[in-house]
């Protein structure tokens, strides 16, 4: 009985492999199975290797393990590149059309199943992949019909005949497995799970979820690995409320109609990756500059440059924070989990229109798309927050007086008015400018303007700044992460509480404005800091030392390779790091 | 009823005397109070440049945006807001040269708003360097041995890209120039319109000696044809685009609102942003 259940399927990009991943996954979850998926894909549409690695257990889960129970292969090139993960468990199951041959060094057990073969006998060759989701089911143990409601909603619209015929193909995997297995059958069978209906989904769709619930009804995007799942859900949901996306002609358009749309009063926003935002920087400074709400979601992926488009990184975070030439206030703010990223989404358009400022909400790729399973959203936690918007002007004392939309006021968030209002006509401009919003270069002007642009940052209300699980007051390492790599730092600090290491967590989930005090409080209590992150310089170390201090105790833990932090690698890097 | 007079504010516009940018700024004035908007209706969106100036200088509700994006502004605002009218203005730098991808989309894209570009063939709040739609060999600070390049063809480009609304004016003739503006605003789609508006201190070729000398008007030709296409298309090339008047008017192709799917009737700015519960529920049910 296990456990966990680290299952992987590989093959050629373009051949179903997504598919299979998708369709097993979703039947675990059903069962009430917490799983977390990883992607490994290339920057083309057909060929080259692509796996699918799902972690399936019965408590929540959020990162990818070190090794591997189970791989299903479809190529010899996916034994190759990955029979090294698998544990001592661990068993091959390949597919006998290209006569699969085991690597010398490889201990683990090699099937050969005819998945194809199967397939093509019962009709076509594409349900290979269901071939092999029924070999699955032998090692596990599942009965088959576990299978049956994701078939039906997968297949259920090219007829009851394909359905059909996609059930019998598992059932024939499942059978073939058998026998090949002998005694062996059920020896992968997982603990039982709860069997709650939990939702599965990946960052990127918390994130539109949670933009429509936060009330967008426009989007302008332009496609980008590895956001474009965002706007592909808006695209599918927005015309039932009456909304619409517009794929622009480039990034730079994205940003500027979003902040038009928004000083039109929609909430409206832009989701994109390194390349996109480097385009975005002049609006950025635009909705700074005018004060005029703006969300960007930016997926950070490998950069610089074209970099590593379908590759995890984390180095985006100076771009983010100071990106734009001069200065403008912004808030920052990056959610580890999907549950984070759709209640971070909607405070992020909270944010936008009470500040009046643009509120980047920063992900990465393994948590844009890496599937994990979320206990579903509360509805009764989501609340829309505008701000000083304002609806009805009383006429002005001196005829055709401009309306104070940059009024200096002791917060200086100024009244905001939408076009279309009477007597709110007022002038928008990237120019500094007076309280109307005219144009001015007065010293005195331009210190007002400046100082009172920035003491909105002062008005900012943000929850839980910082994720943390720290339950010792002295403890020997606060680990420090942010956005995805949540999931392995808390195994981590699980592994080291079994070893007598006292091991706090704290996650950064509002990156700017720093929230230095609670960070200080965090560093106080342990005798090392080290900050875990996937890029070169250590952004986030960085930032924390500027923010909080710390110079001494802070250590980082980088990554670069384009792979999102394992467990078991950090592990042994803290620990090295501890002696 | 508003007049043009109530489109005047107390602003005075910073360009040189004799600019041709006063009387675009003029007839849009008129054309705004004869189409029987109010001020609060009107939003001008404008670019970077002395053109860019202009949403300042009307009384409306004015966005001066970044340098080549006054269009992706201005269509973002009228999604937002489909009942307000939505003018974007801009110079030949802005539409020609940094935002020439935007006005190409904008004009494949159709939505309903009136872009006007102030065209001077120069740049004139830089101190004068070539402009894409200088002529070629045309000397300027940037070009001494004159512009190397050949000029953009505004109408020629506009009609092959999807335009329902191509207009040409002179910003002497204001009175054709209103009535441009006024048939722009009240297109059912992105409306087109560059003015000849000389730049009296940098472009000493262009002048307003110049055009009249060398402009036709369309209501001189005889039986012209604005909504036959390749008509226009040859009269502007027969002209070397130096034609003022409606040139192409496309009344049947709906606008970009009109064909979006499902796309609310009503300004979307109008909306419960609260979807409630139920639907809410719908939604996450499908992640399950």
Known sequence: ????????????????????????????????????????????????????????????????????????????????????????????????????????????????????????????????????????????????????????????????????????????????????????????????????????????????????????????????????????????????????????????????????????????????????????????????????????????????????????????????????????????????????????????????????????????????????????????????????????????????????????????????????????????????????????????????????????????????????????????????????????????????????????????RLIFPFPTEEMQVQMAKAKKVIVVENNHTGQLANIIKMSAGGHGKIQTINKVDGTPFLPGELHNKVKEMLN | MATFKDFRNNVKPNWCPGCGDFSVQAAIQRAAANVGIEPHELAVISGIGCSGRISGYINSYGFHGIHGRALPIAQGLKMANRNLNVIASGGDGDGFAIGMGHTIHGLRRNLDLTYIIMDNQIYGLTKGQTSPRSAAGFVTKSTPGGAIEPDVKPLELALSTGATFVAQGFSTDIKELTAIIEAGIQHKGFSFINVFSPCVTYNKVNTYDWFKENLTKLSDIEGYDPTNREAAMNTVMQHDGLVTGIIYHDTETPCYQSKADRFDEQALVGQELMMGETKFNELVKEFM
């Open chain 1, 1 to 508: 009985m296990l456990h966990q259940l680290s299952w992987k399927v590989g093959g050629q990009q373009g051949e179903g492999i997504e598919s299979t991943g998708e369709i097993f996954s979703m039947a675990m979850n059903r069962l009430g199975y917490f799983l977390y998926g990883y992607r490994h894909f290339s920057s083309r549409i057909k060929g080259g290797h692509t796996n699918n690695k799902i972690t399936v257990r019965a408590t929540q889960v959020r990162a990818i393990t070190d090794d591997l129970n189970i791989l299903v292969a479809f190529d010899q090139e996916t034994i190759d590149v990955n029979y090294k993960e698998l544990s001592a468990q661990g068993i091959i199951l390949a597919d006998a059309k290209f006569k699969p041959k085991q690597p010398e060094d490889c201990e683990a057990p090699l099937f050969i199943v005819p998945f194809t073969e199967i397939a093509t006998e019962l009709g076509t060759s594409l349900m290979k992949n269901m071939v092999a989701i029924g070999a699955t089911a032998s090692l596990l143990d599942l009965d088959d019909s576990v299978f049956q409601s994701v078939v039906n909603e997968i297949f259920g619209r090219k007829g009851e005949v394909v359905v059909e015929k996609n059930m019998e193909a598992i059932a024939k995997g499942h059978e073939v497995m058998n026998e090949l297995l002998g005694d062996r059958v059920g020896e992968w069978k997982l603990v039982e799970a709860d069997g709650k209906r939990r939702m599965f989904m990946i960052g990127n769709d918390a994130v539109a979820l949670g933009a429509l619930t936060a009330g967008v009804r426009f989007m302008a995007a332009y496609p980008i690995t590895p956001a474009s799942e965002i706007m592909e859900y808006l695209i599918k949901k927005l015309p039932e409320f009456g909304g619409a996306v517009i794929q622009t002609e480039d990034e730079i358009a994205a940003a500027t109609m979003a902040i038009g749309s928004n000083y039109g009063g929609v909430r409206a926003f832009t989701a994109s990756a390194g390349p996109g935002l480097s385009l975005m920087m002049e609006a950025i400074g635009l909705s700074g500059m005018t004060e005029q709400p703006l969300v960007i979601v930016d997926t950070q992926r490998g950069g610089p440059s074209t970099g590593l488009p379908t590759k995890q990184e984390q180095s985006d975070l100076m771009a983010m924070i100071y990106g734009t030439h001069g200065e403008i206030p912004k808030v920052v703010i990056a959610p580890s989990t999907a549950e984070e990223a759709f209640y971070d989404t909607i405070q992020a358009f909270n944010i936008a229109e009470e500040l009046q400022l643009p509120v980047i909400l920063l992900t990465d790729l393994q948590l844009a798309l890496g599937k994990q399973t979320v206990e579903p959203f509360d509805y009764s936690k989501v609340e829309i927050r505008r701000g000083k918007l304002v609806n009805e002007v009383e006429a002005p004392e001196v005829e055709k007086e401009y309306f104070k939309r940059y009024e200096d006021t002791t917060d200086g968030i100024s009244p905001r008015v939408l076009p279309g209002i009477p007597h709110g006509i007022h002038h928008v401009t990237g120019v500094e400018h007076d309280q109307t919003g005219k144009p001015s270069e007065t010293p005195t002007n331009r210190e007002m303007q400046m100082n009172k642009r920035f003491r909105k940052l002062d008005a900012l209300r943000f929850d839980m700044p910082i994720y943390t699980k720290s339950p010792h007051e002295e403890a020997d390492v606060l680990l420090v992460g942010f956005n995805s790599t949540r999931g392995a730092i808390e195994e981590v600090q699980e592994r080291l509480a079994t070893e007598g290491i006292k091991a706090n967590h704290a996650h950064i």
